[in-house]
């Protein structure tokens, strides 16, 4: 969200009813101790609470795909569990740590507002739950206490999911299971978690100071599990640079491709793990040419029908070597179809149609955009008009027609921006004095 003028309509009626509910359960969290006969307190209790959530969300860990968690929702879970008598407490919990957070992060105003409002609901909705409920024997208990746990989990997840759906135009289930489907255990976990430093509070709430270390355990985990997931990309990334830079003509070429990929999968609204899949599918696409000899690389003319059979097994060798790697599963299925047409006539395995993943689509165009544009050792770069023509006279038959058709678009649109550069630098416009 990079301004809140700059939103559709629609993010902003959904951001509306974001803010409504946050106020309403602030509203609410201030007159129920009052309706209960409680008064709001500054104690020992809300000040450790307070500043273990916020110490706890200001270190998130950040995913290669945008998303981020941050493990507070342990403490906000003890929150709820120990004021379930007065949700006014865990509300200023909420609020106070998510404040704290968004300011020292300088956000914009909107995001504050809705950072702020989106836990509170939350903590509020599901204390809410917990005394309807309520907790008078073990079943009561038990029973309060996993609802609470599926509000929480619903109101943390669904209304910002219906932000995100606005923003990009994505349906609300796919935006669901693209933003959640890689980190529900994550959050499930942590939520149990919290429950586990309810425990703890109940024997010495001292003694769950020293619950930070265990819950700083838990943010490493994930944190080292991320970046080991990260580096392993890096360093595949290494050794496909390592065999691009075999040539000075090839140079640069993947994370061309990457990037021309990433820009158009964000055009189609694709899923930010599709994003993130195509990017890296991108950049890894050549990998398997590490098992083509230097001879057939780099020929000056065309290649005997046994060298290309040598150089088509590039798609077999890049994908043998990134399906060992659990979280590049999907990419190594793009990189084995990269060079499938959609007429069904490419390589190797001649799939085409609706069977060719769109990732792979999109990286196929990327691919042979980028190669048009370069020099190669038997033939020139071609113009950028003659590139795009050949694009789209094999929509349909080698390309993906939409995929095809956006990629020309968005090469359309920088020509246009850099024309719109060059005129207002040649033509400034005239300022008065």
Request: hydrophobic fraction near 50%; include cysteine.
């Amino acid at each position: 969200m990079s301004g809140y003028r700059a939103l559709n309509p629609r993010a902003k009626r959904v951001l509306a009813i974001i803010w409504l509910a946050g106020g309403v359960a602030t509203l609410y969290s201030l007159v129920w101790p009052l309706l209960g006969g409680h008064r709001l307190s500054v104690t020992f209790a809300l000040l450790l609470l307070i500043i273990c959530t916020t110490v706890a969300d200001l270190f998130p860990v950040t995913f290669e795909q945008g998303y981020e968690i941050t493990v507070s929702n342990v403490f906000l879970i003890g929150a709820i569990m120990i004021y379930r008598d007065d949700p006014g407490q865990a509300a200023i919990v909420a609020i106070v740590s998510t404040l704290v957070w968004q300011l020292v992060n300088r956000r914009a105003w909107f995001k504050v507002l809705t950072n702020v409002a989106l836990p509170t609901t939350a903590v509020v909705a599901s204390s809410t739950v917990l005394n309807l409920v309520g907790w008078r024997d073990p079943v009561h208990l038990v029973v309060g206490t996993a609802v609470m746990l599926l509000v929480y989990f619903i109101a943390d997840t669904v209304p910002l999911t219906l932000l995100l759906a606005s923003l990009d135009g994505r349906p609300f289930q796919v935006a669901y299971v693209s933003n959640y489907a890689g980190v529900v255990l994550e959050l499930v976990g942590i939520e149990f978690f919290g429950l586990i430093f309810y425990i703890v509070w109940n024997e010495s709430a001292w003694l769950s100071a020293l619950f930070v270390v265990p819950t700083v355990i838990l943010r490493q985990a994930y944190f080292q599990v991320e970046r080991l997931r990260n580096d392993s990309v890096r360093a595949l990334a290494a050794i496909s640079d390592v065999i691009e830079n075999r040539d000075e003509m090839t140079h640069h070429h993947t994370q061309s491709v990457s990037t021309y990929a990433r820009r158009v999968a964000e055009r189609l609204r694709l899923s930010p793990d599709e994003i993130w899949q195509v990017a890296v599918a991108g950049q890894l696409h050549d990998l398997g040419k590490i098992a083509v000899r230097d001879s057939i690389l780099f020929k000056p003319g065309a290649l005997t029908d046994a060298e290309m059979e040598l150089m088509r097994k590039h798609c077999h060798v890049g994908y043998d070597i990134l399906r060992h790697f659990s979280n590049l599963e999907k990419v190594a299925t793009l990189v084995r179809a990269h060079h499938e047409r959609y007429d069904g006539r490419g390589y190797p395995d001649g799939i085409g149609g609706t069977q060719l993943p769109i990732g792979a689509a999109i990286v196929a165009v990327a691919d042979a955009f980028d190669a048009m544009r370069s020099d190669r050792p038997y033939r020139k770069a071609m113009p950028m008009g003659r590139a795009l023509d050949t694009l789209k006279k094999g929509l349909g038959t080698q390309w993906h027609p939409v995929v095809g058709a956006t990629f020309i678009q968005l090469m359309l649109e920088e020509i246009d921006a850099q024309r719109s550069d060059a005129d207002t630098v040649i033509n400034p416009p005239n300022v008065a004095a």
